[in-house]
């Protein structure tokens, strides 16, 4: 069963280190997983668009309102790392965790903070026990070499998972819009 500490010690086995039993180990490698594992997590599905991270809501309108240029104001979902895309004609803008519009209704669908390693995708944990060896190897060693072609397996794993995760599902129709309809 894949686990953060399961993740952490494929990350470790890629720079050759022991493997720990838990992020809170009074140890050096314990210390560095624990101190990126969160990180590297969010910043690896914010990086694309995980089918296993996809989720879809209808925002609820908050009582307050901009304070210019938009009529409403909505709160984005406590889990949501980012916005995929928004279903309403009207100009929108993102500001912090809130969505401003002029949308009486606005659904989203937005990449969330999955903290559940028994969710992820095979491949995005494999890329993410790539990236976290890449961050934590120059604390635990001295070996810049090493260090630079963990973040080149990391890159070239990253492009195999996103490659392989956008075959699931069908391409979408995208608006090219007036500059580019134009050209025709």
Known sequence: MTS???????????IGHDEITSLAENNPAAKACSREYEVCRDTLLRAHTWNFA???VQLAQL?????????????????????????????????????????????IEYVARITDPTQF???FV??????????????????????????????????EARYTDSLEGTVRNIDAGYWVESRY
């Open 4 to 14: 953060d500490v399961s993740i952490c010690n494929l990350a470790l086995s890629r």
């Open 54 to 56: 996809v989720r879809r």
């Open 63 to 107: 009582t307050t309102k901009p304070v210019f240029e938009y009529a409403r104001e909505y709160h984005l979902p406590d889990d949501c790392l980012r916005v995929v895309s928004v279903d309403c004609v009207e100009p929108y803008r993102i500001e912090g965790r809130k969505l401003l519009t002029d949308a009486a209704t606005v659904k």
């Open 121 to 123: 995708d095979v491949l």
């Open 126 to 159: 494999d890329t993410l026990a790539y990236l976290i060896a890449a961050r934590i190897a120059p604390r635990l060693m001295d070996n810049a070499s090493m260090v630079r072609e963990l973040y080149q397996a990391y890159e070239a794993m990253l492009r």
